[in-house]
């Protein structure tokens, strides 16, 4: 690399230099030497943090990289941290991975660290769903926990999930003394790589069963199950850990119409029948919409190849399969979740669903007309584990989620989990067939009850260093340049999660909010819309979600009230240059 004056050039070079300095292996060494200047640049301009996932990041040599090294850094780290977290316990961890490209090796890397450490480690024999994970660490009394997995992201990229004792993935302040631990290595010769093998052991079948037996005590409609068990169902496992469990619990739960989607049944990091394994795109639903097509399905469910999201479609008013985005789908599952409690006499008044700041008020309206709690936290699943501890004995968590189609079903799993999910928007679909409904029906039924409430997602990528910095700019034009209204209705309130402040546009007071900061800028308008800004914390991206709603008295208007509401947020996306 061409050394420059400037600072962070050199910056990036001393810590090239350290890294060809340290006891990293030659063939390691010699990669680095291979780089171009951008590529040095890029794979060296900042260390991977914890964000709202963990670790994740392009795999290859580098501070900015998932490799050996990086992943090994962070175990060495987490294990300090554990040692001085909980002093004179029996330590143990679980440790769980997907079907990524060097996943394997990269849990069984980790594994080797954690043996090192005299930390008890139970390694998942095989690739695992990561809410399987979260359970395991529960069931086995750990004190810690990883999964390998890099979620949806494209097929280059790996990750590195930590969780603590409850399950949940770290929150603050875990988080940050792990990376301090982390921070405080000088260099690779303190990770210790190798195992103490009897300090490991291989788990699998015998937790599988207890989980999906934890999931199988969730129904509340057997009755309806068993009428529909005809119910016709295609998933697809998008190359990943859905294929393990997702089409057992269906069969346990009794549903006898079930469509793999044999072209994508099969683990393959390499994804090879889609461009992003992203149950959110359609084009990694096409080869489930097209089997649904095929055999006039009920419901369509695929999942990401770690299987904590789901993304689902059904039949719309004109027979056309159509995808639910994830606040429909939960809506569809927190009304029903809801509303079967409400009829098996299970709601006391001490319950409570969660949901992100981000993820559609319909499911407020909906838990205040049962009489039941709707706290809102940021984004990410550890807020809401958060949530839930902070309330053991006091309220019971149903259920939660958040837009980017992730859901938990109670809490004997602290993240977000598709293969519970999955069982439950079976559930769903089987209780609204018995009623004479389709899912659409359904959702449209919900909307005429309590408004129709339409979202839409603008994510805007902005890949190394530059993009960053761009990202950052977006950000602090928005707090220094807001307009007066956006698409001709006033904004009424300005919440800033950075600095923890509400303004009120129309009585020009302040109040403070209670949440932790957080990069997320939000806007109220006078019309009932909201629109949110924040920068991804596990993507090189800036998210704008947009959400506006109308009543909707009469189900016949259903496609002329939608078709109004995209108008509305196509001109908001207009206004804001998002198009």
Not at 199 to 215: A, M, P, R, T
Not at 302 to 319: E, F, L, Q, Y
């Amino acid at each position: 690399m061409t050394h420059n004056s400037t600072y962070v050039d050199q910056k990036i070079q001393n810590k090239v230099n350290k890294w060809l300095n340290s006891a990293i292996d030659e063939e390691s060494k010699e990669q680095i030497r291979a780089l171009s200047e951008d590529e040095l640049a890029d794979a060296f301009y900042k260390d991977l943090e914890f964000g709202t996932g963990g670790l994740r990041g392009v795999m290859g040599i580098g501070s900015n990289r998932i490799n050996k090294y990086t992943v090994g850094m962070a175990t060495q780290g987490l294990a300090n941290y554990i040692k001085k977290s909980f002093p004179n316990e029996e330590l143990k961890v679980a440790i769980a991975h997907d079907s990524r490209n060097n996943s394997r090796y990269f849990a069984e890397t980790v594994a080797a660290i954690f043996s090192a450490n005299n930390i008890k480690v139970y390694l998942f024999e095989d690739l695992r769903p990561t809410p399987e994970l979260s359970f395991a660490i529960r069931h086995l009394g750990c004190q810690s926990g990883v999964v390998l997995t890099a979620s949806h992201n494209p097929k280059e990229y790996n990750g590195y999930k930590a969780y603590w004792n409850d399950g949940a993935q770290v929150v603050p302040p875990h988080d940050k003394n792990i990376i301090a631990e982390v921070n405080a290595i000088s260099g690779v010769e303190e990770v210790k790589f190798e195992a103490i093998p009897e300090n490991i052991e291989s788990v699998g079948k015998e937790l599988d069963e207890l989980y999906l037996q934890e999931i199988l005590k969730l129904e509340l409609s057997p009755d309806a199950v068993a009428n529909q068990e005809d119910l016709k169902i295609v998933f697809s496992p998008i190359h990943g850990t859905g294929i393990t469990l997702i089409p057992e619990v269906l069969k346990k739960k009794g549903f006898k119409n079930v469509h793999v989607v044999a072209e994508q049944a099969t683990p393959d990091g390499n994804f090879p029948t889609v461009v992003y394994p992203n149950p959110e795109e359609k084009e990694a639903m096409t080869k489930a919409l097209n089997k649904a097509a095929e055999i006039n399905a009920d419901l369509v469910m695929a999942t990401d190849p770690d299987s904590d999201r789901v993304g689902i479609a059904a039949k719309n008013s004109s027979g056309e399969f159509e995808l639910i985005n994830g606040n429909q789908a939960a809506t569809l599952l927190i009304y029903y979740l809801l509303k079967k409690w409400k009829e098996n006499g299970k709601l006391d008044g001490n319950q409570m669903i969660v949901k992100t700041i981000v993820t559609t008020d319909l499911l407020d309206r909906i838990a205040e007309s049962f009489g039941v709690d709707c706290p809102n936290t940021l984004t990410g699943f550890k807020y809401i584990a958060i949530l839930i501890r902070e309330n053991e004995g006091v309220r019971e968590f149903i259920g939660g989620g958040e837009e980017s189609y992730g859901y938990m079903i109670s809490d004997f799993v602290r993240d977000k989990d598709a293969v519970a999910s999955c069982a439950m928007l079976a559930e769903m679909a089987a209780w609204a067939k018995d009623q004479g409904l389709s899912v659409f029906e359904l959702l449209a039924d919900i909307y005429a009850k309590y408004g129709f409430y339409l979202e839409n997602l603008i994510s805007i990528t902005k890949k190394g260093m530059h993009g960053a910095e761009e990202i950052k700019k977006m950000m602090s034009d928005l707090r220094n340049a807001l307009p007066e209204s956006i698409n001709g209705s006033k904004i009424v309130k300005i919440t800033d999660y950075q600095i923890g402040i509400l303004k009120n546009k129309t009585s020009d007071l302040e109040e403070k909010i209670d949440f932790p900061s957080s990069n997320v800028l939000q806007f109220e308008l006078e019309d009932g819309s909201k629109i949110s800004a924040r920068p991804s914390g596990t993507e090189p991206k800036i998210k704008f979600y947009i959400s506006v709603n109308e009543a909707l008295p009469d189900k016949a208007n259903y496609d002329l009230i939608k078709s109004k509401l995209e108008s509305r947020i196509s001109s908001i996306k207009n206004e804001l240059g998002l198009n």
